[in-house]
């Protein structure tokens, strides 16, 4: 039993491994960082990952916490903003009041994939946790148990 543990556990590792990577900046292709570098100047803290065919770059502006998904061919695909409370839209605020009254916000992200905007809200609450998906219009796309 033992044995298998061990087996699986060392699966587990090669696996996490094989699906994300961090790399040195001078590994990026210079298009994604170019891409990277012309929208975000001001970025600090860099990181880089290769996730499957994607570079994800997780950086800071000022002290704002930033991940970005950049294809190959240096489109950004996805990016995802640590914001604010007071920064979600009212009616995503009136939704949660409303249908997660007994939970508090934790944590707020503003994502963009593909020029549409959604808004992620971690909720903890006395039985449990939620991630909720918002459009800006305060609409629910997804609510899940966070763990």
Same mark, same amino acid.
Request: proline share 3%.
């Given at each position: 039993?033992?044995?298998?543990?061990?087996?699986?556990?060392?699966?587990?590792?090669?696996?996490?491994?094989?699906?994300?990577?961090?790399?040195?900046?001078?590994?990026?292709?210079?298009?994604?960082?170019?891409?990277?570098?012309?929208?975000?100047?001001?970025?600090?803290?860099?990181?880089?990952?290769?996730?499957?065919?994607?570079?994800?770059? /997780? &950086?800071?502006?000022?002290?704002? +916490?930033?991940?970005?998904? !950049?294809?190959?061919? $240096?489109?950004?695909?996805?990016?995802? #903003?640590?914001?604010?409370?007071?920064?979600?839209?009212?009616?995503?605020?009136?939704?949660?009041?409303? /249908? &997660?009254?007994?939970?508090?916000? +934790?944590?707020?992200?503003? !994502?963009?994939?593909? $020029?549409?905007?959604?808004?992620?809200? #971690?909720?903890?609450?006395?039985?449990?946790?939620?991630?909720?998906?918002?459009?800006?219009?305060?609409?629910?796309?997804?609510?899940?148990?966070?763990?």
């Amino acid at each position: 039993m033992k044995k298998l543990i061990i087996i699986l556990l060392a699966a587990w590792v090669v696996n996490v491994n094989a699906n994300a990577q961090d790399i040195p900046q001078s590994q990026v292709p210079s298009v994604v960082l170019n891409s990277f570098q012309v929208k975000f100047p001001n970025a600090t803290d860099i990181d880089w990952e290769l996730k499957g065919d994607q570079y994800k770059v /997780d &950086f800071e502006i000022g002290t704002r +916490d930033h991940d970005i998904w !950049i294809d190959k061919s $240096g489109n950004i695909k996805k990016h995802k #903003e640590d914001i604010a409370k007071k920064e979600l839209p009212q009616e995503i605020v009136k939704k949660i009041e409303k /249908d &997660f009254g007994s939970y508090k916000i +934790d944590d707020t992200d503003k !994502i963009e994939v593909d $020029g549409k905007v959604v808004y992620q809200v #971690e909720l903890d609450g006395a039985a449990d946790d939620r991630k909720v998906t918002f459009t800006a219009g305060g609409e629910v796309q997804e609510n899940v148990a966070d763990r």
